[in-house]
């Protein structure tokens, strides 16, 4: 009795694959130091998002917003010297900034509080004439260095008001009153920019959507998304400086973000209106030690498979472990959110990324998706994903329709055994500041393991079975295989001819 | 019934790593290309030879020497534009020349016969005295350019003198003149270079040595260094582009080697004079298939634990595949004798030097070795290396004396299952000319398989058991292991907690 | 009494500035060096041209053709090693092969008549099928790896057949019989490919260039493009290595390039056929000293103002001194083709072409051109060239017309005094082979002079006046100011006050 | 009636060349920073320091100093994340923290008071003990990291106590006690680190080192050294942002720098106790106007020329403009210490500083010295500095004793006129954020123009004649030329046949 599965090559799955849409990152000053910059550049390279999305555009360490005394009149002075240092680096990168507006200048700012080991003012500004002028200033100095591409950067406004620490009180008025100045603002500078909101998070998010779109309707305001957050644990345990949480069901949390993109769909005037998760993951806390295992990116493939079906888009919260909110990291190895950990070690999660990269660009044509796999059906080749969350080793095995040809099967495993930084750190004894041979070890013991094998199709279908560990994530392509050996060579006579 | 290897840490056995003392090259020519200084940097920053040494220094495509007509009288003039570019790169790269004289520049040949695709002429000088010039005039030259490190940099008379087609014939009496002719007039310049010869290789072995040193003793000569090749395969099978060979027995290669070295000690002046082997590999032959195989490189990790025994040095031939001899090859995966293809991607024999580069790193101290390993004792760690040439798969299990410590076991495995390049290529169809994808696949594939563990020590040892495959080479390293964990961080709950 | 002259913003001159369309090269083989690759990613990083033509595409440093005996039949395979290791870096670098279809591999030669140091046969095939079968095969074979572009890649028909040195006794018919073979079997392959030819060069242009198009005509052709050299010096003076050559009259030699065009155009079939210049220079050998020089510079600024009246392109022979035709140079300034010396020193020439295509990208109204200037219009800006042949120093005074704006003037100026890396390396003593240290110096001394001044236009008018020194070439832009001095910078009292 | 000056080889004037020895730097943080690290690697390339000094390494930013509850108590964690990432760099770029130990972590700190944009804490320690257990903890980490080296790495106990900004109150017996405490502690550790004090600036010099040294005395301790700093203009004039200055006289403040080693002197116990001038410049404001100019290169050239004079070396503040202590630039040239501004484009100063390294590596035999001129006479060469500080242009003449030999002379100017970034800018408009092309622009200006002639020595003597500009710094080598052209290559006719 087996258990292979019939893969019907004209299955057409809806699959919305937006792997390389947009990630997060830490605060925008982070962006001007070197490590910060190596690592996106790593991923850049083995990824390549389109967009990336942080906080901390109008906090004082990139110095945009500033007042002198002149005359006994207090004036206003802007200072682009840092942002344009950073969006340089993001376009010379071949990524372009999703434009968070926040958080609060101190000068600005109406309150003192501030969130965040680097301090972000979460309060309303003491008037909002002077935020506006800020953010549309910003748009036209921009414009002005990035032409008319920055009117397709999008922009949120704010970043999770609906949680006190980050909006002073969680004040739900106040904040509608922040989206539709600031929306209003851009929109009379040019309608052709892109604004969403309300970036929440978590807690209440029927209550805020359904309440912001009621805002927007009464206020005669379109806005051009509706953005939230998607989390998935339960609250950590904490021990120490470290997190740790259960995981929360996978289907449970895809039930949730269904209902948010019911409620937008309930309202006529936004119907089908963009929804776009703005960051996600699986702990939402910067020591969530699970982000460094193999059982996050397993979990992050399923994540993948399936997030697109309610959303336009999803940011994966973040590119690189770069990140000061609850301080300066200890050790390489302390459950920060990045793809990738110190020193551009990939995580295995960072591999997750890349397969569905790889799978995007051999097509949209998804034949198969099931909890722990799926397949896209390319030009002369098939490729998929297979994931094991959790689960001991299993045997996954397929039939896909096919002429009478050869393949060569390659495969790229990241599991327990093979690709596995955590370990590998842990056996060295955990050390918080390895030296350079010992960051060489890990780093190199980071990549998949990858391997081939030759296939032969019969009576009109071929065969793959894909063994994958627990917490394995194996991307595999089948390809067409055109033989064509050179004069004289031989390969099973070079293996046995000595 | 245990096969437990009871290792003493107070043993001493001789053991001469020169791992990285010399590598050999394709003509000096190719230097120019950027596929060669590509690999070639590749090689130096993973491994880092001292010494490289080729063919082709006065062979026209470098364009020392050349004559003019002035006046109806033929005059002489050098070119060191290329030789300069050359060099210049080696030592950029961290390597030095190790020089060898030859072939002959066509306008100052005796004949016509040629060697090579790439047609170095083998026959003598038409006038000594111009050969002699033209050298003298060179290390001049070499000297002013780089200083007096030159002196140190070794100097071999010509190459296989003993092969008709290296040297005219073949001819004995012709070839110890210009060995004469060529020492004097070096030494004269400054004594302090070091001249060595004759360079031959396979046939008659014994014959040319002993008469070599019994013409130097008759005219009062003492060469620097005798010099020789040694290739381990019986004459091959042709097949198309390619060559099959039998490895020959280990044990009957190194007895050769011994003979050679009972000749020169044999004579009283010349007792103990260094001897280097200024070529060494499997396969002799540019398209011998066993080159690119897993077992070559467990049959060198043999050799390369021997042959300081009887040998002041070793010299690999060669260090990339950018070699011409026999033409321009047709696929990257063609027998040559590089440690890396085409596109830098490393061939198991990499590994193998890779990995005793680190056991020198380690240290000096031989505390065991057999047929299949080696172990050294280092400060605070142990370092060895298990090879397994063409058995089925084994265990090797050591117990070494330690105090009561933890370790961590690192170990490096390249076998035919985790770092087979070859199998990779063979499987993607033996394409001729790989896109990109198809090299990054192999290149991606062709890194050892990197794990980590935990050891403790107890009762004064520490059991260590490695696994070898067929074809294995394995480094492995046992480090003390200093555990400390940042405050709340415990990995076995990281593991199991979600 | 000035001399002003009055330029008018709507005057628009027909000019064809073509600077960047295709450069020419040492044979093909030569693009493995590294030394050639540093100086071609030079040349594209300031310049950047579209196409690179040069010769040696079929010789056997390349080695594409090969012959072998299989039961007694002579067959053939092809390698295609070496020429995509070539392309491969000719697309990295942004430029693309314009495909010169020759010479005759050795295996294939009906004769042994070759040409230059690297010994290029030129004589025809010893089967014209053999000829037609490899360059269709080329051709299958870079549209697979390259895709559907190489369809636009122009090719030419062999090099300059009207000379007997690169033709076997130059003999016309037989070349007419080689291109007609072809261009049809190429057309057979794929019409779509751009076929030109006759590739002919200074002597008895007119009677080629009529009788191949007479011959076209016969045959039923139509060449998608007549091609022709072109050169500006007498026969040169030798001594020992070097050739010192004088300049002909410019505009003699532009009549001579129209009287091809207006043979073409004599033909109702082949009238407006596009004419290619596939190679151009002031000397024609690879030791015309004049290459050097500041005047070479000069002379080529007119030469680009000018070469786009009558031609579709021209091709500046070449981008850099790697070449070999006459042996290997044994100085860094032996009157090479370059714009670059070795080492990547840019020569005044360089400029030349730099500053073309700073005008090119300013735009393409041509506003004014006389015998030493020409002047863009482009956005807020107008940008020219103004250069001096040979002549004593004097000043160019133009009037603009103009709004009442403030500019800025931004000159760069080479000539003998400011970058003149000759001079300098005269003035070191003449070293053949140049230390680090007098690269440096030299190459530190071989980049323009930058200047700038603000400019007040006045009167609806604004006045420029640029002092040109003997063989001087002068980039100059002259931009609207706007000036945006920060909060309390005053730059007269910065400089003024201590 | 000429001013020849004869110069006479045997002359041997002190000079103590220590331009290399120490750089200053913003604040340590800023060390994460990629503008900040290319602007390091840029002036280490060029110049190569081989200590650096900044502030801040105890400062929250670098986030070494953690306390947390526990058990109800509070303990302490040490973070070295940020230190090691940053002194790694250092390294990796061949350069050595000079360790300046401050500011106070907010969490050890007695009180609120801050200095600079940047918040550092300048009040003493809430317990001496938390303090010298941070100190020591932070060496022992160093040592283990990067060797015994460490050893070596010099140690100042904080900055400027003496100013009340910087130390609460200036309170002299406070800062007495952190020395003390600090210095008892290290050297209780190890008592081969080099510690010294007190940094002190500016105000009441001559007491505080008289004061600090009697303390020493009595205390029984012996520094290593006395550090002070190094100022030279008038109290600045301020307008918006920038701060105008006068220079003051050169000779006013070297004296003023011999009171402070005639001090030290006159203690029997420290008489020639090593002093380091550990901070100078022209003017001490981070918006000094004057540091941008050509004027500040000149005046420094002086300085450069005196200051080993009476100090163990001296630090210019600092290597580059990024720095915040008065809050982040508005544009490029807004008076920054820095020898390089954004965009790695070098100030006229950073040549100054260029051509003294460049005068080191000649060698250390000064055969003249006056107010705008230096000599040295190396090995087949003279190599010299000229200068004009703000005077009308003049010529310099010496008469150099000489064999009767053929020299070249080599000239690199900076002035007004060749090298002029700050001119470039505010021709450009001033623009506060460049765009790539103005960044080229102004960037392409700012490198010395290189000039070289033939010179004859005759009689015994050879002449050379420098024209200086006003404020011109130009750097000379005068070269034995060998001159050795190629077979046939006559310069002269190069010129002229054509």
Chains 1, 2, 3, 4 share one sequence.
Not at 197 to 224: M, Q, T, Y
Not at 284 to 313: C, F, K, P
Not at 345 to 351: C, D, L, N, R, V
Request: hydrophobic share 35%; proline share 4%.
């Amino acid at each position: 009795m087996s258990n292979k599965i019939i893969v019907n090559d004209n299955e057409s799955i809806r699959f919305n694959n937006k792997v390389d849409f947009c990630v997060g990152t830490g605060r925008l000053g982070l962006a001007l130091t070197s490590e910060y910059l190596d690592e996106l550049e790593f991923v850049q390279r083995e990824i390549g998002f389109k967009y990336i999305r942080g906080h901390g555009l109008f906090t004082d360490d990139v110095a945009i917003y500033h007042e002198y005394e002149e005359d006994g009149v207090t004036k206003v002075e802007y200072n682009y010297t840092y942002v344009d240092r950073i969006f340089d680096k993001y376009i010379e990168l071949g990524i372009r900034p999703f434009l968070e507006l926040g958080f609060m200048p101190k000068a600005m700012a109406s309150g003192t509080q501030t969130i965040f080991y680097w301090e972000g003012n979460t309060t309303p500004p003491k008037d909002y004439k002077l935020w506006t002028d800020m953010v549309v200033n910003l748009l036209k100095h921009l414009r002005a260095r990035y032409g008319e591409e920055v009117l397709t950067w999008p922009i949120e406004v704010w970043n999770e008001p609906n949680l006190p620490g980050f909006w002073y009180k969680a004040d739900m008025p106040e904040y509608f009153k922040l989206f539709k100045e600031t929306f209003l603002a851009i929109k009379a500078y040019d309608e052709r920019f892109q604004v969403g909101g309300p970036a929440i998070c978590g807690v209440n998010d029927e209550e805020w959507i359904r309440s912001f779109l009621v805002f927007c309707k009464e206020n005669n305001i379109k806005p051009d998304s509706v953005t939230r957050h998607h989390y998935t644990v339960e609250f950590p345990e904490y021990d120490g400086q470290y997190a740790y949480s259960k995981l929360e069901d996978a289907q449970m949390r895809f039930d949730n973000l269904q209902s948010s993109r019911d409620i937008i769909d309930s309202f006529e005037e936004f119907k089908n209106l963009p929804m776009h998760i703005t960051e996600f993951n699986t702990s939402y806390t910067a020591r969530g030690v699970i982000h460094d295992t193999n059982l996050n990116a397993a979990y992050i493939a399923q994540q993948l498979s399936r997030l697109g079906d309610m959303n336009e888009s999803y940011s994966y919260w973040t590119f690189g472990d770069v990140f000061e909110e609850v301080g300066v990291p200890f050790t390489p190895f302390h459950g920060g959110f990045g793809l990738v950990a110190a020193n551009c070690i990939p995580k295995p999660t960072f591999w997750t990324f890349a397969f569905y990269k790889k799978l995007k660009e051999v097509g949209d044509k998804c034949i198969y998706r099931d909890d722990d796999s799926i397949i896209i059906k390319g030009d002369k080749k098939y490729a998929g994903i297979v994931w094991n969350i959790d689960k001991d080793e299993f045997l996954k095995e397929f039939e896909l329709g096919s002429d009478d040809k050869e393949y060569v099967l390659i495969t790229k495993t990241v599991d327990e055994e093979t690709c596995n930084p955590l370990k590998v750190w842990h056996d060295l004894g955990e050390p918080a500041n390895p030296d350079k041979e010992e960051v060489k070890i890990i780093k190199d013991s980071a990549f998949p393991s990858i391997k081939t094998d030759v296939i032969k199709a019969a009576d009109g279908k071929v065969d793959l079975s894909l063994k994958a560990g627990k917490n394995a994530v194996i991307y595999f392509e089948l390809k067409e295989r055109e033989f064509t050996p050179d004069r004289g060579y031989n390969y099973e006579k070079v293996l046995t001819f000595h």
